[in-house]
C-alpha cells in the first residue's frame, strides 16, 4: 500500500505477515562456513538492530539484560566449528528471541521462495485445550492420507508426551527459544499448535526422524512412534483438499498492491488471479512454475492458508448456538438473544485485507485491477446503526485470535465511535535519517489527495525529529505516526453497550485497538490479557551470505494513558479462566449483563 509503506507504518504480527522482495536465491551448502565469514553474518544482524530497533532501552530494563553482553555471549557462540548455516539461523533466532518481542523475528528467506516453504508435520493438528480436563494438547484433525490406520491417532486423543517431555516442557526447550512473543501465555498458544505442525522456523532442523508420542485416549493410555514428514506448499495444499479450505477460491484472488492511490482511502487494487485449473496444475507439477504463479504474491496465500487452518483447526471459536447469522454493508454479525436484549457479535478476524472492499474486476494479462476503498468509520458507523435498528442494544466486537494489520484500518473502526474528535495515539521511533527524512519528504509531497493540514503535520514532526538529532537523543519524543494528533468522528456514532473480546493471541494493531477503546471508555474489555506487540514492524531486509530474512520494531507506542503497549496490551476489565469455547461465552454473558461492574485491578 503506497502510501502506508511509504510511512512505514504497517503494525502487523511477524508471525502472520513478512513482507518478502523479488529475489532469485539458490539453495547453497554452508557446511564450509568459517569464523570470519560467521562474524561478518553476525554483525549484519547487530548493525541493524541497533540502527533500526526502537525498542533497546525498555527491553533492557524490561528483561534485565544489557544490550553489549548479549552481543557478546552470542559473538563467542560463532566460534563452534559444527556450525554450518542451518544451524547460524537457529543461533539467529535464539538472538533476536531475547528481546521478548512478538514482532522481532528471522525467517529463512527461502521458505518464502515458490515451492520452497517447508511444512513438517507428524500427520494431525493439535492445539490448546483449556477444559475442565486441564491445560492440554488435544488433536483436532488427522490428516487421512498420512494415517490409513485411524487408530493411530485419533480427533480427541490426548498427546501427554513427546520424546518423553510433556507440552510445556516441550514448549520451552524446543520452541519459545526460537520465538518468543514477550507474552508466557501467548507462548504457550502458539507453542502447543506448533508442536505437531511446524512451519516457516527453526523446526526444519528440529522436526526429524521418529517422534515417540504418549497418547492418553479415554481411560487408555498408549505409545505411538511417528515419523516425522515434510512437505512443500503444494504437497500440503494436495493433503487438505479433502478437508475442503477453499484455498482454490482464495488463490483466484489475491491482493499484490497499489496501482494507483486515489485518496487516502481509496485507491486502484492491483490483483493476481492464477484460476482455479492453473492452480491444480502447479499442484500436481510442483518443480514447474508457470508464469502466472511467478508473479502471484505468495504469501498472501500462505496467510489465507494459515488462517483458514488457524481459525477452522487450531482456534476453533465457539460461539453462541443460538445466534442469527446477518450481513449489513458486508459486514458479517451474529444476533444472539440475551437477558439484557438483543446482541450482535462482530467478528474481527483481522487489520487487513478484510478491511477493503472492492468493485468490479477487469483483467489484463495475468492481473485484474479493481476500484478499491478501505472500509471507513461512516462505513462500520452506518452498518451499527443498521443494527440498533434492528432493536440491537449491545455491541460485541470479536478480536480474539487478531493478528493485527495496519495502522489506519484500525482507526477507521475506531472512528465510527466517535461523533467529535479523538486523541491519536503518539509514538517514539527509533531516529535514523531514513525515518526523519521520510517525514520530510512527505511534508514536501505535492499530491491531490494529500491533505494539506497532513503535509503541514509532518512538516512539524520533521522539526522535532531535528530538534532531537541536534540533543543526541536515540529516541524521538512521542509523535503522531499519523501526522495528526486528533481522529475526526462520524456523524452517527454508535453509542451502545460495547464490548471488546480479547485472548492472548490479539496483537499488534489489535493491542492497539483494545488498549483505545479502554483509555477512552468506549468500551469494556472481556477475556484474557491481548499479546502486546506494541509497535510497528519493519521488514530490514536479507542477511548476504546466509539469506535470514530480518524484522524489527522501529517504535514504541503509548496508550493515550502514557503507558507502554509493549509486552503489556489490554489488561481485561473482565478477566475470564479461558478465551475458548463455550465456558468463555457463558462467562461472556454474564459480564455483559446491565449493572455488572468490572473487579478491581
Not at 20 to 47: P, R
Not at 542 to 564: H, W
Request: glycine share 8%; with cysteine; charged share 25%.
Amino acid at each position: 500500500m503506497k502510501f502506508i509503506q511509504k510511512l512505514k507504518l504497517t503494525v502487523v504480527l511477524a508471525i502472520g505477515i513478512f513482507s518478502t522482495a523479488q529475489a532469485q536465491i539458490t539453495t547453497k551448502d554452508f557446511s564450509e562456513f568459517n569464523l570470519e565469514q560467521k562474524t561478518q553474518e553476525f554483525n549484519w544482524f547487530v548493525t541493524h538492530i541497533e540502527e533500526y530497533y526502537g525498542l533497546m532501552d525498555y527491553k533492557e530494563q524490561k528483561w534485565n539484560f544489557k544490550w553489549a553482553d548479549l552481543k557478546a555471549a552470542y559473538s563467542e557462540k560463532l566460534a563452534d566449528p559444527k556450525m554450518d548455516r542451518d544451524a547460524f539461523f537457529g543461533l539467529m533466532q535464539k538472538f533476536v528471541s531475547e528481546f521478548h518481542d512478538a514482532h522481532v523475528s528471522t525467517y529463512s528467506f527461502r521458505d518464502y521462495l515458490l515451492g520452497e516453504q517447508k511444512f513438517n508435520t507428524l500427520g494431525f493438528f493439535a492445539s490448546r485445550d483449556r477444559s475442565v480436563e486441564g491445560d492440554i494438547l488435544k488433536v483436532n484433525f488427522v490428516i487421512p492420507q498420512i494415517f490409513m490406520d485411524q487408530n493411530t491417532v485419533q480427533n480427541g486423543d490426548i498427546i501427554q508426551t513427546i520424546n518423553g517431555k510433556t507440552p510445556a516442557e516441550y514448549i520451552q526447550t524446543e520452541i519459545t527459544p526460537y520465538r518468543n512473543l514477550g507474552n508466557e501465555e501467548s507462548n504457550k498458544t502458539y507453542g502447543f499448535a506448533d508442536i505437531t505442525f511446524q512451519f516457516n522456523d527453526y523446526s526444519s532442523n528440529r522436526a526429524k526422524g521418529i517422534a515417540e508420542v504418549v497418547i492418553k485416549r479415554g481411560e487408555q493410555t498408549f505409545t505411538r512412534h511417528i515419523k516425522w514428514r515434510q512437505f512443500d506448499i503444494y504437497e500440503l495444499l494436495d493433503l487438505l483438499n479433502s478437508r475442503s479450505y477453499g484455498v482454490e477460491a482464495q488463490a483466484q484472488k489475491v491482493f499484490v498492491g497499489i496501482q494507483e492511490w486515489k485518496s487516502p482511502t481509496t485507491f486502484i487494487g492491483k490483483f493476481a488471479n492464477p484460476g482455479k485449473e492453473a492452480f491444480k496444475a502447479k499442484m500436481s507439477q510442483k518443480t514447474s512454475k508457470p508464469d502466472s504463479f511467478e508473479k502471484l504474491n505468495l504469501l498472501q496465500v500462505e496467510n489465507s492458508i494459515q488462517k483458514l487452518i488457524a481459525n477452522d483447526v487450531l482456534v476453533r471459536k465457539a460461539e453462541p448456538t443460538n445466534g442469527q447469522s446477518l450481513e449489513i454493508g458486508g459486514l458479517p454479525f451474529t444476533l444472539v438473544p440475551s437477558t439484557s436484549g438483543l446482541m450482535a457479535i462482530y467478528q474481527i478476524e483481522d487489520f487487513m485485507y478484510s478491511r477493503i472492499s472492492c468493485g468490479a474486476y477487469q483483467q489484463f494479462g495475468d492481473f485484474y485491477i479493481a476500484y478499491c476503498q478501505i472500509l471507513r468509520g461512516e462505513d462500520y458507523a452506518n452498518a451499527f446503526q443498521k443494527l440498533k435498528d434492528l432493536g440491537v442494544t449491545t455491541l460485541v466486537l470479536d478480536t480474539r485470535s487478531n493478528g493485527g494489520g495496519y495502522l489506519e484500518f484500525g482507526y477507521q473502526l475506531i472512528r465510527a465511535f466517535f461523533e467529535n474528535k479523538t486523541p491519536a495515539h503518539k509514538a517514539s521511533i527509533r531516529i535514523n535519517e531514513e525515518w526523519s527524512g521520510t517525514f520530510k519528504e512527505v511534508s514536501e509531497l505535492k499530491s491531490a489527495w494529500l491533505p494539506l493540514e497532513l503535509k503541514e503535520a509532518y512538516g512539524d514532526i520533521w522539526n522535532i525529529l531535528q530538534k532531537d538529532i541536534s540533543e543526541g537523543k536515540l529516541y524521538s519524543s512521542p509523535i503522531s505516526f499519523m501526522g495528526v494528533s486528533e481522529l475526526t468522528g462520524v456523524s452517527n456514532p454508535w453509542k451502545g453497550r460495547t464490548f471488546v473480546l480479547v485472548d492472548e493471541m490479539c496483537a499488534s494493531m489489535c493491542d492497539i485497538f483494545a488498549t483505545y477503546m479502554q483509555d477512552t471508555n468506549a468500551a469494556k474489555v472481556i477475556g484474557a490479557r491481548s499479546m502486546g506487540a506494541g509497535g510497528n514492524v519493519i521488514g530490514i531486509g536479507i542477511s548476504p551470505r546466509t539469506k535470514i530474512a530480518l524484522s524489527l520494531t522501529a517504535s514504541r507506542i503509548f496508550r493515550l494513558n502514557g503507558d507502554t503497549i509493549e509486552n503489556n496490551g489490554a489488561t481485561p476489565d473482565f478477566a475470564t479462566k479461558t478465551a475458548q469455547g463455550e465456558s468463555f461465552w457463558d462467562a461472556a454473558i454474564e459480564y455483559m449483563a446491565p449493572g455488572t461492574k468490572p473487579a478491581s485491578k
